[in-house]
Structure formats: structure tokens, C-alpha cells
């Protein structure tokens, strides 16, 4: 299984729907609050979103090589079952 | 304030603007709970899908309501966090389709 990396906004309702999915088809992902951070970790956070989403929305979900902006369950599906 | 509170009070402003609250309460009470905590941290309400700046010049286009609910409610008949929706998107005329960050454009 591809490794699953999350980041969020602890606000953001759409970020809690991708979490809860997640979890409803028993997925393990590390998930980071980024709004909850402060400093160099809250800096190093938005480097790292950056990277991979420019734009710094959220949530960003990286499953494996896949980069998904935005909490779309059909592409997570799609990327989980790769 | 707690969230129900505020979403009657914005409930009577918005709506005759032709705004409307999601019909799908659950989301618009996490979204409001959102709002109220950015109040708390940030002394504003700070967009609850968007990573304050914890300034209140650099987030002044992204205090909710933010300057691109009226493009994007007009586009896609949804603000960027679906709090905000036009009549018909809440009648499933439109269709709920995931509305990208104009922020920036």
C-alpha cells in the first residue's frame, strides 16, 4: 500500500471529510494540521505543501506519487487502488 | 457565540443577498465552529479552508465572506469552502462539483 501523507486545516470541514474517509476504508496516513503549527515547523509545512501544491490549498493528500487538491473521493479511490 | 447562534444570525443578513447556507448543516455548523475559532485566535474571521497569515492586512480578501464568493457562487454556484451556495446549487440544479482556489489567480 502507497504511503499516504495528509495536510490540513483543523477549520476546514472538508479536510475532517478526507480524514474521516481515510479512516472508513481502514487507510493509514500521517496527517498535519498545518493552521495548529507555529514557526520553523509552520514554515517547514508550507515549503513542503508548496512543493507539491503551489497554490498552499487544503486539503492536500499525497498517496504514493499522486497529488490530490481537495477532498475528491473518486481520485482517492483511484489512487489508493493503484 | 456558538455556532448555531451565528448561523441565524448570518442566516437572516445572507440570505437576501441571494447567499444561502449549504443545505448540508452538518458541514456549514463545522464551518461556522471554524470561523469562531479563527475569531478567537486570529481576531477575525478568518476563511476556515484557507491558511491564515495571522494578519489581518495579508487576509483582508479572505475574511468570510471572502471577495471570491461572488465569482465563484456566479461559476460554480458554490463558495471555495461550500459554505456559501446559490439557490439552485441547493436544489441539485447545480452540480456539486469541487470549486479550485481563485485565490491568486
Not at chain 1, 10 to 39: I, M
Not at chain 2, 9 to 15: M, T
Not at chain 2, 20 to 46: P, S
Amino acid at each position: 500500500m502507497a504511503e499516504v501523507r495528509l495536510f490540513t486545516l483543523s477549520t476546514c470541514g472538508h479536510c475532517k471529510r478526507a480524514k474521516q474517509f481515510l479512516q472508513e476504508c481502514n487507510v493509514e496516513y500521517a496527517c498535519t494540521d498545518v493552521d495548529l503549527l507555529e514557526g520553523k515547523e509552520r514554515e517547514d509545512a508550507v515549503a513542503e505543501v508548496k512543493k507539491c501544491n503551489p497554490k498552499l490549498s487544503f486539503p492536500t493528500i499525497i498517496i504514493g506519487d499522486t497529488v490530490i487538491v481537495g477532498f475528491k473521493e473518486d481520485e482517492i479511490r483511484k489512487a489508493l487502488e493503484k | 457565540m456558538t455556532a448555531e447562534e451565528l448561523y441565524e444570525k448570518l442566516k437572516k443578513l445572507q440570505e437576501p443577498k441571494g447567499y444561502f447556507f449549504n443545505k448540508d448543516k452538518e458541514l456549514v455548523l463545522e464551518l461556522l465552529d471554524g470561523l469562531l475559532a479563527n475569531k478567537e485566535r486570529y481576531g477575525y474571521m478568518c476563511c476556515p479552508c484557507r491558511l491564515s497569515a495571522n494578519d489581518r492586512d495579508a487576509d483582508k480578501d479572505i475574511f468570510c465572506p471572502c471577495v471570491y464568493r461572488e465569482p465563484d457562487v456566479k461559476e460554480f454556484g458554490s463558495c471555495y469552502c461550500n459554505l456559501y451556495v446559490s439557490r439552485e446549487w441547493n436544489e441539485g440544479k447545480i452540480k456539486d462539483d469541487y470549486v479550485p482556489e481563485r485565490r491568486g489567480q
